[in-house]
Every structure is written in C-alpha cells, then in structure tokens.
C-alpha cells in the first residue's frame, strides 16, 4: 500500500472536516448546525484511522496528530475542492455534493480492494459516506428546486466549483500504481459514472451544468490554492506556538 | 427562515421492543427533513433504532383546565389496580 495514497485520502477527509467544522456556531438553523458538524466528525475520524494506518506502515515513529499538525501545505494531498472556502451555504452544499458523490463511488469500489485493512476500513466508513450523500444531494434538490433566490444561490456555487470536480476522478501516477496492483479503483472507470450521477443530479435540480471541460487540478501533488495555508493555520497554529503541547 | 419552518415532535425507540419515547421538539421544511433533522440532532450518541416525527400541531393535547374532570376521579379509585383483589391460593399462573 502507498503512502501517499492513504495521505490523499486522509487529507482529503481531514482537510474536508475542518471546513465542515467552521460552520459549528454558524449554520443557518440549530439542526443544520448538528449536521454539518456530524460530518466534520465523521471526516475527522476517518482521517484519525487513515494517518494512524500511515504511522503504523511508516515506522518512523510519527503519529496521526504529527501528520495532521506538523506538515507544510505542500505536503498534503488532499485535491483542491476539499480546500475551497465555505463561502455561503450554497457553496458547502455543491462542495459537499461534488465530494460525496464521488467519495461513494470510491470507498464502495474500496470496499472490493486487495488490501484487507482498506476493506475493513472501506466496508466501515461506507455507512457514514452513503448518509453524507443523502444529505447533501437532498439540499442539492432543496435549494436547487426551491425559490428564485435559492436557485441562483446553487447556480453560481455549481459555476464556482465546477472546475474542481475532475480533479477526483483523474489519476495521478499514485492513482494508477495502485490500481495495478489491486488495491484502489481505475479512476478513468470511475469517471463516467461520476458525470452521469452528477448530470442528472443537476438537471433534477433544476440546475444546469456548467459547459467548462477545463478542470483545476494540483492538490494530489501539493500544489495547492492559498486557501489551504490559511487554514492550515488555524488548524495547526496551537502545535505551532506550543510544540508538543497536550490537553 | 425560522418563521416559515414549522416545529415537529420526535419520538425514539431506543431498543426493539421497547415503544417510542418522545425526547423532543425540532425545526424541519418537511417530514423528510424532519427525519434527517432528527437523526441529527437526537441520535448522534447511539440513542435509537428507531425515529418517529410528527408535526407539532397535529397533536391533541389535554386541557389543564380540565385536570379536575380528567383525572381527578380515578385517583380514588384503588380498585382498579389488580394489586388491590387477593388471590385465592389455589389460584394458578396469575
């Protein structure tokens, strides 16, 4: 098993969570507030077992809290939709749907790996993944379907965020490497049906899909928006000030 | 927004076999969004198994001011309790 690969999929979750959790004390509504950390939490204790796997395969005698607060952004490998800003709650939820869709495609093809950690921990997070897609397509149809102002709300996030869809379904070398071997999914497989779930899950919506095929992509090597330095900043600032400290 | 989402009750059966408690009240558009809304926010530490929401407003509730009439005459009432009659000893499978 690669590292990196596991460091893509746990940053991915880690980096997704944190932005989740910068909602708690500011969701619209009292429930949404609870879902939208519910997810942070669950992201979050994806990536604890993920790095955990990561330090156990390392042997170098890191740990998860190591890797999540003493890497530089270019060391992190989450793609750079997962990065993006909150921005209002119509940018989370086309962020989140974007994510989601794709995440069940992967952890269901996961969940068929040659590498039995990633099937056990695969068959696991499933669950969660599948009510996270729940959740956000149903806000999806929600806001998309819903008033005038709501409608334009999802258009322009959807216009916003397209660009970053086609970096999760396009396979870096890491990406291939483990697919030879049995242990990831063939993205390029994966791709096609991402589109056509997102397609009708737009026209359903009421939405329409952007026309740009260029895609953004770098996060799975490093090369990141100047969004994730500043959050890592936030995230990380404690164990920066106070190196070791512990609470 | 808060103005235009009603309230909905929610009920949580904790374990089969046991019945539905209610343990409180949330905001939802809809019954869908109600029962996600639930599991959200009253099921997040493992509570149940089982949700049921209902709107507030479909609720019939009893007057306070009926408590008199209502309940009143059966606090008198001892022998409505099993507890009350004696069994005869070679009473069997009571």
């Known amino acids: 098993m690669s590292l990196n690969y596991l460091l893509q999929m746990g940053d991915n979750a880690l980096i997704l969570g944190h932005r ?8 619209p509504e009292l ?13 979050t204790g994806q990536a604890r077992t993920i790095y955990q796997q990561v330090a156990v395969l390392e042997g170098q005698g890191r740990t998860e809290d190591d890797l999540a607060y003493l890497r530089d952004a270019w060391e992190f490998r989450n793609v750079l939709l997962v990065e993006q800003p909150n921005g209002d709650f119509a940018h989370t939820i086309v962020r989140q749907c974007l994510y989601d869709c794709f995440n069940y495609l992967l952890y269901e093809a996961l969940c068929s790996s040659r590498d039995e950690w990633m099937v056990a921990f695969a068959s696991k997070s499933i ?18 379907d819903g008033t005038e102002t709501s409608h334009q ?36 497989r994966i791709r096609p049906l991402y589109f056509e ?22 996060g799975k090597e490093g090369k990141h928006s100047e969004h994730l330095g500043h959050l ?5 600032f404690l164990q920066r000030a106070y190196p070791g400290l512990e609470w | ?47 149940g198994v089982s949700i049921w929401v209902v709107e507030s407003n479909q609720i019939v509730a009893s007057d306070p001011d009926d408590t008199d009439s209502f309940f009143e005459p059966a606090r008198d009432k001892v022998y409505r309790h099993p507890t009350f009659y004696n069994v005869p000893d070679n009473v069997k499978h009571m």
Not at chain 1, 20 to 27: D, R
Request: proline share 3%; net charge negative.
């Open chain 1, 20 to 27: 989740l959790g910068e909602w708690c004390g500011h969701a």
């Open chain 1, 127 to 144: 669950k969660e993944i599948a009510y996270h897609q729940r959740f956000s397509t149903e806000w999806m149809l929600r806001l998309g």
């Open chain 1, 31 to 43: 429930e949404i507030d609870m879902a939208l950390t519910n997810l942070a939490l669950d992201f």
């Open chain 1, 153 to 188: 709300k999802m258009q322009a996030a959807l216009n916003n965020l397209w660009i970053y869809a086609g970096e999760l379904v396009s396979p870096n070398q890491v990406d291939i490497e483990m697919c030879e071997k049995g242990f990831g999914p063939d993205l390029d």
């Open chain 1, 232 to 236: 890592l900043a936030e995230m990380q």
């Open chain 2, 1 to 47: 927004m808060k103005n235009n989402w009603p309230l909905w009750e929610v009920f949580i059966r904790s374990k089969n076999g046991l019945s539905h408690k209610h343990v409180g009240s949330l905001h939802a558009a809809d019954s869908a969004m109600a029962l996600e809304n639930a599991r959200d926010v009253y099921t997040r530490r493992n509570e």
């Open chain 1, 197 to 218: 779930k997102l397609h009708e899950l737009i026209a359903k919506a009421t939405l329409t899909s952007p026309s740009v095929e260029w895609m953004q992509q770098g």
